[in-house]
Nanobody, 125 residues
């Protein structure tokens, strides 16, 4: 699976951005998709994940209520709508995929087999 993330940019605090992650391959619906982020000097952290069917979603507490993850399996694409952005959301955002995760592993970056190249989100105060 190859992943291509896009949609990052510079936005003022309180603004919105929509990240996209396009996947190659014909079995997209069998993959759990996740978004992680890495701020300068910090470890990569979990942001959100969505099950293969799209029926189950998971969020880090820091983004719950502000970010929404969604997917369209026909388009092999996952999105993350980010609203009410804060300066602390500034990071490189990565999409990730794996075909055999149980829900307890969705939060673990080490469990994902495939990663996109990252897209930079900068939120100014």
């Amino acid at each position: 699976v190859q992943l291509q993330a896009s949609g990052g940019g510079l936005v003022q605090a309180g603004g919105s951005l929509r990240l996209s992650c396009a996947a190659s391959g014909r079995t997209f619906s069998s993959y759990v998709m996740g978004w992680f982020r890495q701020a300068p000097g910090k470890e990569r952290e979990f942001v959100a994940a969505i099950s293969g069917s799209g029926r189950s979603t998971y969020y880090a507490d820091s983004v719950k209520g502000r970010f929404t993850i969604s997917r369209d399996n026909a388009k092999s694409t996952v999105w993350m709508q980010m609203n009410s952005l804060k300066p602390e959301d500034t990071a490189v955002y990565y999409c990730a995929a794996d075909g055999s995760l149980s829900s307890v592993d969705y939060y673990s970056k080490g469990k994902y087999a495939y990663w996109g190249q990252g897209t930079l989100v900068t939120v100014s105060s």
